[in-house]
């Protein structure tokens, strides 16, 4: 069993950054790659980024991609996702996720999560 535990959300202005952390412990060589969702209101979960523990693995949704970075360190088994130029459409809880298989970004094949972390963007 991963545990996983997000940090860093919070409310910010539209444009502005945050980052957010996800510190992983238990079984942790168990997994494979890591990575983010998130949920806005009404909405169903949708994918955000996801990252290999070598890195050597990196995939973004469209909507993200060229604001956002996914990054990963192995000393301290914590993923990141940095976050820039944020949009008030980028509201949501945002969740840490792990997989043991490679490459896949279906919520459904992620096997361990975190409690979420709300990001709020204020237009």
């Known amino acids: 069993q991963v545990q996983l535990v997000e940090s860093g959300g919070g409310l910010v202005q539209a444009g502005g950054s945050l980052r957010l952390s996800c510190a992983a412990s238990g079984r942790t060589f168990s997994t494979y790659s890591m990575g983010w969702f998130r949920q806005a209101p009404g909405k169903e979960r949708e994918f955000v980024a996801a990252?290999?523990?070598?890195?050597?693995?990196?995939y973004y949704a469209a909507s993200v991609k060229g604001r956002f970075t996914i990054s990963s360190d192995n000393a301290k088994n914590t993923v990141y996702l940095q976050m820039n130029s944020l949009k008030a459409e980028d509201t949501a809880v945002y969740y840490c996720a792990a997989q043991e298989k490679p490459g896949s970004i279906l919520s459904g094949d992620f096997t361990s999560w975190g409690q979420g972390t709300q990001v709020t963007v204020s237009s």
């Open positions: 990252i290999t523990w070598s890195g050597n693995w990196i």
